[in-house]
């Protein structure tokens, strides 16, 4: 009887793409390019590193020396965040996990490649805006062009609901319900779905901006000139683009780095600060756990000082320790 013959790398990954992710896991067409982008970095840092074309590349080539190396040259090279970074090693142990299954003669190397851990880093801090920031990035689009109207209906609907970027460019015509609550059907990560509110303002110039564009339930909310989706660079251009015109008239907006995030942590601040209930505001910008959203009550320093106003602080006369040994006084001066 003849040996069974191992599986190629190549082989490998494409069973873990078609058979494990899609097939198996059903995992999100975003996880899935998420990984594939991952995967397209590596195959070409290899290239480059091993000197063979990826379709030459073996199990033995994506060792720890290689992956670690990879890992580095993210952070340094590409200037990838340390998030970024755990995110394609994620995906590159996720596929290891799976190849060690398939071809058990590899595993002493894989598992020196599961072993390398995820880096720790500092959360950032919430960065969100005043009411009048928003309304200055609102008003700034010029109303007088089609681009101008799609910029300011499609930044006002992005405060209103919360979205994502990714779901603000995946928003079709359909997903709207203009009936008396009108409200939004967005899909989110891990085809979760979530239907928001409308506002009354937000209602009105949605019902102004569908006689604009095409009628067809499947055509995206907010397209390009050529009727297409706009990418999540063209948003973060035209937010780009709404800021600088915003900074004519509110100052303060000159001095920082606004995103489509920023917007979606300006979302969860107003409502909290208008004393919306914090697993409402989980369900609305489709936190899957409420522990996520309790960022921004960390974050509301207005809700911290309101808090140490209702506190007093006890009558006790504090007395700074003096030391009297040298050697404590000069661990006390450091």
């Not at 994502?164 to 009936?179: P, T, W």
Request: with cysteine.
């Amino acid at each position: 009887m003849s040996a069974a013959v191992s599986p190629s790398f190549p082989t490998l990954l494409q069973d873990f793409f078609c058979q494990r992710l899609i097939n198996q896991q059903n995992a999100s067409p975003r996880t899935v390019a998420s990984y594939r982008d991952s995967f397209r970095l590596l195959l070409r840092f290899a290239q480059e590193r091993t000197k063979k074309v990826p379709v030459a590349l073996t199990l033995a080539d994506l060792d720890a020396p290689l992956v670690l190396a990879f890992l580095d040259d993210l952070e340094k090279s590409r200037h990838n965040t340390i998030r970024s970074r755990n995110a394609r090693l994620a995906a590159i142990r996720s596929f290891l996990s799976y190849a060690a299954l398939r071809e058990p003669a590899a595993l002493p190397s894989i598992q020196r490649v599961l072993a390398i851990p995820f880096k720790r880093f500092t959360s950032p801090g919430i960065e969100h805006l005043s009411r009048d920031e928003i309304a200055a990035i609102l008003d700034a689009p010029d109303s007088s062009t089609w681009s101008g109207r799609r910029d300011r209906i499609m930044l006002e609907t992005s405060y209103n609901t919360g979205a994502r970027v990714s779901e603000i460019v995946a928003l079709s015509i359909g997903d709207l319900s203009m009936a008396r609550s009108a409200s939004v059907l967005i899909r989110g990560k891990g085809r979760k779905q979530r239907t928001v509110p409308l506002w009354k303002r937000t209602r009105g110039h949605l019902r102004e901006w569908l006689r604009q564009i095409s009628s067809d339930p499947a055509a995206p909310l907010f397209p390009n000139r050529s009727g297409h989706r706009l990418s999540r660079s063209g948003v973060e251009a035209r937010l780009r683009a709404a800021v600088a015109t915003a900074g004519d008239r509110c100052p303060s907006l000159r001095r920082r780095q606004i995103s489509p995030h920023t917007l979606r942590h300006t979302t969860a601040m107003h409502l909290l600060q208008a004393g919306v209930e914090i697993t409402v505001i989980a369900l609305w910008l489709g936190h899957e756990s409420i522990t996520t959203t309790h960022i921004y009550m960390e974050a509301d320093l207005a809700m911290k000082r309101r808090a140490l106003g209702k506190l007093h602080g006890p009558a006790v006369t504090l007395t700074r320790f003096r030391p009297g040994d040298r050697l404590l006084q000069f661990l006390e001066a450091l």
